[in-house]
């Protein structure tokens, strides 16, 4: 149960200095959007920063990102954020993660695209992290440049594994085809600073031409044939 005077609307509206569950105290509001809010933390009891997504009172999907949260837990691969903590009380059901060090994609190629190799590095450390999502029963669905971490010593993070979905209710006939999909527009994104998918984000849309989008060599110089080759075949589905 929340405590330190969180009210009727729970920890999503009444932030100040909110204590949930006797142990995580919650600090600064990070993102929103309909359903849920996600704060800044400390857990109090192994005085260690932690990341908490509280939702709003009547969420009809938190028990379902709660039950995804505990599935997603047994993973233990460093480059998935961790999940530490989720409960799905009636009260004030939550989800307890690391804080992920570092910036999200979307935020590091407002100042360009780190270059091709770079840029396959940190897709490629992705794709190996779903890879081992996949073996386990679990997927993404709903990648974005806010999906992927990657701070100063070169360490590669994706969060929202299986919760994302569960949260806005996204379903796929073949989930690992869905995030081979979503890592091929992220590696279009990394390559060069725009993003090929429907989804709204920070980046610019990627031109079109005929109905989809440029191929990355059309949109930034210099990128190896072989990498434009393999985002296409990928993104549009031009070979297995």
Request: net charge negative; proline share 10%.
């Amino acid at each position: 149960m929340a405590q330190g005077g969180a009210g009727a609307g729970g920890p999503a509206q009444d932030p100040g200095g909110t204590l949930l569950a006797g142990r995580y105290r919650l600090k600064d509001l990070l993102s929103k959007q309909d359903g849920s809010s996600v704060w800044s933390a400390t857990d109090e009891v192994l005085a260690r920063p932690v990341a908490v997504r509280t939702f709003t009172p009547g969420f009809p999907r938190a028990g379902e990102v709660v039950a995804a949260a505990r599935a997603a837990c047994r993973l233990s691969d460093p480059r998935l954020i961790q999940i530490f903590d989720a409960d799905d009380r009636p009260e004030h059901p939550y989800i307890v993660t690391e804080l992920p060090s570092g910036s999200p994609l979307g935020d590091l190629l407002a100042a360009g695209p780190p270059g091709p190799l770079r840029a396959a590095e940190i897709i490629g450390e992705a794709a190996d992290a779903l890879a081992a999502a996949h073996a386990a029963g679990l997927a993404h669905l709903c990648l974005t440049p806010d999906s992927l971490w990657c701070n100063a010593r070169g360490e590669v993070k994706i969060s929202g594994l299986a919760t994302v979905a569960a949260l806005t209710g996204a379903h796929a006939t073949d989930p690992a085809l869905a995030d081979t999909r979503g890592l091929a527009r992220l590696l279009y994104a990394a390559l060069t600073g725009c993003w090929p998918g429907p989804e709204k984000t920070t980046l610019p849309p990627a031109p079109q031409a005929a109905g989809r989008a440029c191929g990355p060599g059309q949109v930034q110089a210099g990128i190896p044939p072989h990498l434009d080759e393999v985002t296409c075949r990928a993104l549009f589905g031009e070979a297995d």
